[in-house]
């Protein structure tokens, strides 16, 4: 066992080299943290598996220097359609742009988002990515993390240190657990076959995703990017993947001519872990939640973690105090449940019941098509706020306030986004007026700093103040 390595001052060992953990090393790299980025596997996963990402997540990929390649091998989605089982639609959601600068939705293969991921990391000084090694232990005392690590390959031991491990390494965390942390249920896990397909000419179908309400054969169905499509059926109870007629129900799609790319069997868990800290180790993306996949939020979960958590552990490593990193599931564990139990809602409210519950079904979203305001509703992409909390500074019974929710990013004057313009840190908003004193940051006047009748209009006379991550830590009049 070689012991001793440590990469530098100012050091975080991220384990898992997927999306999440990826984006969480080019995120610290960027606010000056060396990282090293290590993975079971020498090359990424070379499957499709997460499909869509809102305009919130790709802020994160924003910050990580990433969004505009990702726009690149992506492209927007139309939207939801609801089918019942004669594959009639039911109700419409349609996505478009944004009020965060981007698609509302986007879809895409997991792999190219991955390829564009790595080709970022492999050009940033700071960070680097090893392979092929998986963490057998983690200890910690005063000082560093110290970590266990085994070549998979040779078999070899070594003993590196680091200041701080992120545990980004997938549903079978070693990270989780190595710290004695445990994945509590939201609600029931269901088993539905995953269908990736390629099409020699594009299909002739909507371009947006395809949820049909069927209680029998509940599925999914939706363009991916480029020749690419996906289907996924659920399994019922003692069937098997064998038991399917698999051309019939792509047929129904209109897909029956197109390559099955991979079939896979997926459980669809709804978890959350009851611990996401451990010291100066901490959980991520689907180590720290599992959601069923019916609003989308699988990776975008994972990715608003370490864009909450990156520059919070990046100012520890710089002095700040480490009860900083406490907010991280106190905010964030919190969002997680509430997006989670709403995917478990919606996926009961749209598949679940027999034929009564899709006459009520029917009926209910007849009364939805009825009332735009509540169409445009269900169509926001908006998510949650954060909790109040020492860094969201909002009463419980605010609800209309922007505390604790993501800052709009609508068009400016001049060629940049706003986030670039705000920088890295804190940053205080104002029209003009007054400003609290203590409010951290760069402040920037909006119709003078920042040119933007649309950003001046949500303002409303107000200042605010926010965070590193884009959150509104307050609001003052």
């Known amino acids: 066992m070689r012991t001793g390595e440590q990469f530098g001052a100012g050091t975080v060992v991220v384990v898992g080299a997927g999306p999440v953990g990826v984006t969480a090393a080019l995120l610290l790299a960027r606010r000056g943290v060396d990282v090293l980025v290590l993975d079971r596997h020498v090359e990424p996963h070379p499957q499709p598996r997460a499909v869509h990402l809102d305009d919130e997540s790709l802020r994160v990929l924003q910050a990580a220097g990433v969004a505009e390649a990702f726009t690149a091998v992506s492209r927007p989605g139309a939207g939801l359609r609801l089918l019942d089982g004669a594959h009639r639609t039911l109700a419409e959601f349609g996505r478009g742009a944004g009020e965060h600068g981007w698609p509302q939705a986007s879809m895409f293969g997991q792999p190219d988002l991955e390829a564009v991921l790595r080709a970022a990391l492999a050009a940033e000084p700071r960070a680097r990515l090893r392979g092929d090694v998986e963490v057998t232990g983690l200890a910690q005392g005063a000082g560093p993390v110290r970590l266990t690590v085994r070549d998979r390959r040779t078999g070899a031991e070594e003993e590196l240190t680091a200041d701080a491990v992120l545990g980004c390494d997938g549903a079978r965390s070693t990270v989780r657990r190595l710290i004695g942390a445990w994945l509590r249920d939201l609600g029931p896990a269901q088993r539905w076959l995953v269908v990736d397909l390629a099409a020699d000419v594009p299909l002739d179908v909507w371009p947006g995703v395809h949820q049909v309400c069927d209680p029998v054969r509940p599925a999914t169905f939706m363009p991916v990017a480029?020749?690419?499509?996906?289907?996924?059926?659920?399994?019922?109870?003692?069937?098997?993947?064998?038991?399917?007629?698999?051309?019939?129900?792509l047929a129904r799609f209109g897909a029956a001519g197109c390559t099955v790319v991979r079939a896979a069997e997926y459980t669809f868990a709804a978890r959350v872990a009851d611990r996401w800290r451990s010291g100066r180790v901490l959980l991520c993306g689907d180590a720290a939640h599992q959601t069923p996949p019916f609003i989308g939020q699988g990776l975008g979960l994972g990715l608003r973690d370490v864009h909450q958590l990156s520059w919070k552990l990046a100012a520890v490593l710089a002095g700040a105090d480490d009860a900083l990193l406490d907010t991280h599931q106190a905010e964030r564990a919190p969002h997680a449940r509430a997006l989670i139990r709403l995917a478990v809602l919606l996926g009961r409210l749209m598949?679940?019941?027999?034929?009564?519950?899709?006459?009520?079904?029917?009926?209910?979203?007849?009364?939805?098509?009825?009332?735009?305001?509540?169409?445009?509703?269900?169509?926001?992409?908006?998510?949650?706020?954060?909790?109040p909390g020492p860094l969201v500074r909002r009463s419980r019974w605010a609800v209309r306030s922007p505390v604790g929710g993501l800052l709009p990013q609508p068009p400016i004057e001049g060629p940049t986004r706003l986030d670039d313009v705000l920088g890295p840190g804190w940053a205080v908003l104002t029209s003009g007026g007054p400003v609290p004193a203590g409010w951290p940051g760069r402040r920037l006047v909006v119709g003078t700093d920042v040119v933007s009748p649309e950003l001046a209009r949500w303002l409303g006379g107000r200042s605010v103040l926010v965070r590193p991550d884009r959150i509104v830590a307050a609001v003052h009049r």
């Open 351 to 387: 598949t679940g019941g027999g034929s009564r519950a899709a006459v009520v079904r029917r009926g209910v979203l007849a009364g939805v098509r009825a009332v735009p305001a509540v169409g445009r509703f269900a169509a926001a992409s908006r998510t949650p706020p954060l909790a």
């Open 226 to 249: 480029g020749s690419r499509y996906r289907a996924e059926f659920r399994l019922a109870g003692g069937e098997t993947v064998a038991d399917l007629d698999l051309p019939a129900l």
